[in-house]
């Protein structure tokens, strides 16, 4: 059964202070892992695909880098906007659906 | 439309009531899914939609969960008979991909918060 657990599950920082958020998988034949951002009240939006171990992505302030049993976000100097949940999702090969992680909480205070 | 539909945003229904959730995908979106969250739970899939190809349905939790689409656009989840644990916020996603597989993931919905009193 794939299983993806997410850590830390909140995390406040201060406007500026780099940090990084944990994605652990097991998935048999890992066909990608994704990053969403949700706000309060809305769908999951789309931030990566991560394919296979040693890959790297950036998109602003966000860095999302892959190896065989994880993947984190770093966020480099975050600004209050970044606040949000971010949630890790694993797709095996053959599969129609994603396994989504709980997510983390973070909360970035100006 | 710009994004993906889902209607109603709340709905509050009594126990044992049938209850319809609709989605209107982007359009030319040939991949519909559909995903619910519970307080707590991490997004858990329930069935998705391929252009005209019979969906895969392994995701329903129970013979009371249905969802049909029509003309390859707009779909409808029904929940039969609502339970409290049905409760949740019911999530709709649509993406451009002809395969199961998208590179760039899923557009969702703002979702249908789904409450059973």
């Known amino acids: 059964e794939d299983q993806v657990t997410q850590s830390p599950e909140a995390l406040r920082l201060q406007e500026g202070e780099s940090s990084s958020l944990n994605c652990s998988y097991t998935v048999s034949g890992l066909r990608g892992l994704f990053w969403y951002r949700q706000d309060p009240g809305k769908g999951p939006e789309f931030l990566f695909t991560l394919y296979s171990a040693g890959e790297e992505k950036e998109k602003e302030r966000l860095k999302a880098t892959l190896t065989k049993k994880e993947s984190f976000l770093h966020i480099t100097a975050p600004k209050p906007e970044d606040s949000a949940t971010y949630l890790c999702?694993?797709?095996?090969?053959?599969?129609?659906?994603?396994?989504f992680g709980k997510g983390t909480h973070l909360i970035i205070q100006p | 439309g710009a994004g993906v539909s889902q209607s109603p945003s709340n709905k509050v229904t009594e126990k044992g009531k049938d209850v319809e959730l609709r989605c209107d995908p982007i359009?030319?979106?040939?991949?519909l899914y559909w995903y619910r969250q519970s307080l707590g739970q991490g997004l858990e899939f329930l069935i998705y939609f391929q252009g005209n190809s019979a969906p895969d349905k392994s995701g329903l939790p129970s013979d009371r969960f249905s969802a049909e689409r029509t003309g390859g656009s707009v779909s409808t989840l029904t929940i039969q008979r609502t339970q409290q644990e049905d409760s949740a916020v019911y999530l709709c996603?649509?993406?451009?991909?002809?395969?199961?597989?998208?590179?760039?993931?899923?557009?969702f919905g703002s979702g249908t918060r789904l409450t059973v009193v």
């Open positions: 996603a649509s993406s451009l991909s002809r395969g199961r597989f998208s590179n760039y993931g899923y557009t």
């Open positions: 999702a694993v797709q095996r090969g053959g599969a129609d659906g994603l396994t």
């Open positions: 359009s030319g979106h040939t991949a």
